[in-house]
């Protein structure tokens, strides 16, 4: 281990010292999850991640929740769930002191004050703090509607328009 990081992100700089860690990193500027599930089909950036969902299909669910009964497959997920029930948060942001229940959610929550965008859109360059942000504004490109009215069938590119069209009826 020499500490040398020849890999770089070619969008935010970032230095990587293997090149398997800065295939990962890149993922996220480009919104790629090329790991799917074979029972259904949902998508992910990284192995590890696929593999840990799977278990859900399998029924290995060993760990189980003693307020609500829900099951994870990890020790570890059943942990952070719990703290929805203590109101535990033993996250803390380094500027504005807010706390969390969750290290990622304090790690986007972070991007407000570093005005990190690593989300980026290939069509137009545009860049997004949030992933749920930039796959709204994927949509813009793709013309994808995938929020129907129940009513009707009208469809939307985004949820909120669907409602609200929704209490027109």
Do not use: W
């Not at 669910?61 to 203590?86: E, M, Y």
């Not at 807010?98 to 290939?122: D, M, N, Q, W, Y």
């Not at 709204?136 to 995938?146: A, F, L, S, V, Y």
Request: proline share 3%.
């Amino acid at each position: 281990r020499t500490g040398e990081k020849p890999y770089s992100c070619s969008i935010c700089e970032k230095q990587f010292s293997r090149l398997s860690n800065l295939g990962q990193h890149e993922r996220r500027h480009t919104g790629e999850r090329p790991f799917v599930c074979s029972v259904c089909e949902k998508r992910f950036t990284q192995l590890v991640h696929l593999q840990s969902h799977e278990r859900l299909h399998d029924g290995e669910n060993r760990f189980v929740c003693d307020v609500c009964t829900k099951k994870f497959t990890s020790r570890d997920g059943l942990r952070t769930h719990v703290r929805q029930h203590t109101g535990e948060k033993p996250y803390s942001c380094f500027v504005c002191l807010r706390t969390f229940t969750h290290i990622r959610t304090l790690k986007v929550h972070a991007r407000i004050h570093t005005g990190e965008t690593p989300f980026a859109c290939s069509v137009c360059e545009r860049t997004f703090s949030h992933r749920s942000n930039f796959k709204r504004h994927i949509r813009t490109h793709t013309g994808e509607k995938p929020f129907a009215c129940v009513v009707c069938g009208k469809r939307f590119s985004r949820g909120e328009s669907m409602k609200a069209h929704e209490r027109t009826h």
